[in-house]
């Protein structure tokens, strides 16, 4: 019976950046919003490293008193690791250490989300957490086939006219949505990373001595080199307010054919003395994981039908390129997918013409753009074991011979630090590689 | 000096993955496997990459039948990594029922 049936005006799948941007938005405009959550809290099954908070800045502007951050990013690094010696680049900015902060944080995202959760629902959307939604439920046939709701696991069906799907990087009812609605995939296959983290309890002033920080300012630290063992990814150190996190990223890929695990690779890092002297007398507090999509802008799919629009990591927006931004693009794709329903709203038409506008704004924004700009980061990730082998080792070794003290001529010590940086090296090749290394800025 | 020593390299941050996982919450669902496999797959497949790429040791060789593997689905962190990387669709991988499985603190 139509009549029994709950209604309401959007349902949003996932209570992550994307799901609780989405509904933020549209509750704040009126409208009846329901987030549906698996997990016991919102952000109970998410991990992330740095949070770019310029998109949030736009939906909630005092988050910065407000939100549980742990620190403002004031420090950045970028180190290369070889077995016996290592290099590191520093920088910051006096800028980086005054509000906006340059948009960049260290947060803990299952406390993270699960405050922007409280935030949304103070704007009227209603959360139901613990959970499941398993599947969509559809009316109509062929190219009229229509989203009217999702079925809840265990529970009555749940209606509405449009579904903001935000359930991240799994994607699993994105996955058979898309199959069910005979949606375009990307023009590749999508690709993911893996991310593994332990976050270390220290007091927060041996953190700020170790990474020479002010009271209350944070440092983000990514690290290249031999501990990943030809593998394409690197590691991080990202500092709390009273723990730090410590953990890589790699290609799903990559990982498979090396047959190493992740563990023997996270025990491997730790192991080098540049690494675990950050985390020396500490006490692991947790251990997490997670996937990302990394196939870029080739991977990104059709992103609406009728009635449905596909948001955040389940649609495959994460800039791949060294900057690995997923959440601030997560929140812009979820405040513009309710855009669209904003405007839907208005003429009463969800079908696919009318939802197309998200896409459309999507393509205009930095979003996107970044990502489209990006889509020949994979030229770099296929050269990046190599070019690794070269600038981590050799590099630094160039550097400490270049600083060799004893009682021979300068001038033969140097020239004998350049023929061994370039000893051995194919010119014609390392010289192709860098070259297409470059398209790791994106 | 005597017991200070942080061993080589390591500054005494090694742990063994139980450490790592006794320090994860979890609502365990006892009742309830959410990763189930396909037993005829897995019995033929020579490469288990899963046995080594997920980040909790989910999957190992059946003590009893090292033809089989054991699920270990109580220690998932629903990563998401051995669904994409299996090679075979051996893995039936569905979301836990609400509210169960791996409860991060920090995340």
Excluded at chain 1, 377 to 398: G, I, K, N, W, Y
Aim: charged share 25%; with cysteine.
């Amino acid at each position: 019976m139509e009549e029994d049936r709950v209604k309401v005006d959007a349902i949003v799948v996932g209570a992550g950046p994307a799901g609780l941007m989405a509904a933020h938005r549209l509750a704040k405009e009126g409208l009846g919003v329901v987030v549906v959550e698996r997990g016991q809290y919102a952000g109970s099954k998410n991990v992330s490293g740095l949070l770019y908070s310029s998109v949030l800045r736009d939906a909630i502007p005092d988050f910065e008193i407000k939100a549980p951050l742990e620190r403002p990013v004031t420090r950045r690094s970028i180190g290369f690791i070889g077995e016996d010696l290592f290099g590191v680049v520093e920088f910051g900015a006096q800028q980086w250490r005054e509000s906006p902060y340059n948009h960049t944080w260290v947060v803990y995202r299952a406390q993270f989300d699960r405050w922007l959760a409280q935030e949304v629902e103070e704007t009227g959307a209603s959360l139901l957490d613990g959970m499941v939604v398993e599947d969509l439920l559809y009316e109509g046939e062929g190219p009229s086939k229509r989203v009217v709701g999702v079925m809840v696991r265990g529970d009555e069906p749940l209606y509405s006219d449009v579904v903001i799907l935000a359930e991240g990087a799994l994607g699993i009812v994105s996955g058979k949505a898309m199959k069910e609605l005979g949606m375009r995939p990307g023009r590749k296959a999508q690709t993911f990373g893996i991310g593994v983290k332990e976050i270390w309890g220290l007091p927060s002033g041996v953190i700020e001595d170790r990474f020479h920080l002010e009271p209350g300012e944070g440092a983000a630290m990514e690290w290249v080199g031999s501990p990943f063992r030809g593998l394409v990814g690197g590691g991080f150190l990202y500092t709390g307010k009273e723990s730090v996190s410590v953990g890589f990223i790699v290609k799903v890929d990559s990982l498979a054919r090396s047959k190493i695990s992740p563990h023997d690779l996270m025990e491997g890092f730790k192991a080098h003395p540049e690494i675990g002297r950050y985390l020396r007398g500490g006490e692991l507090l947790e251990y997490s994981a997670h996937i990302l999509p990394e196939g870029g802008y080739d991977a990104v799919p059709e992103l609406c039908h009728n009635g449905l629009l596909i948001t955040g990591d389940a649609a495959g927006l994460v800039n791949a390129s060294m900057y690995h931004e997923g959440a601030n693009l997560a929140m812009k794709s979820g405040q513009l997918a309710a855009e669209a329903v904003i405007q839907a709203r208005l003429i009463g038409d969800y079908s696919k013409r009318s939802m197309m506008l998200y896409e459309q704004m999507l393509r205009e924004s930095f979003g996107l753009v970044d990502i489209r700009n990006a889509r020949k980061v994979s030229e770099a990730h296929e050269v990046f074991p190599r070019v690794m082998d070269l600038l981590p080792v050799r590099f630094c070794r160039l550097l400490t011979d270049f600083y060799c003290q004893g009682q021979r001529p300068k001038r033969s010590i140097r020239r004998e630090a350049i023929g061994r940086f370039l000893g051995g090296l194919p010119k014609f090749r390392t010289a192709r590689d860098l070259w297409r290394f470059r398209r790791i800025v994106g | 000096m005597e017991g200070v020593s942080p061993g080589p390299g390591g500054h005494g941050t090694s742990l063994p993955l139980e450490e790592k996982l006794y320090r994860v919450r979890y609502e365990v669902d006892a009742d309830h496997p959410h990763i189930r496999l396909n037993e005829t797959v897995c019995r033929e497949c020579s490469e288990r990459v899963c046995t080594f790429i997920c980040p909790a040791r989910v999957y190992v060789p059946s003590p009893e039948d090292p033809g089989r593997l054991k699920v270990n689905y109580e220690n998932c962190l629903e990563c998401g990594t051995c669904r994409v990387a299996c090679p075979r669709e051996g893995i039936v991988w569905e979301y836990p029922n609400g509210g169960m499985g791996v409860r991060y603190r920090f995340g």
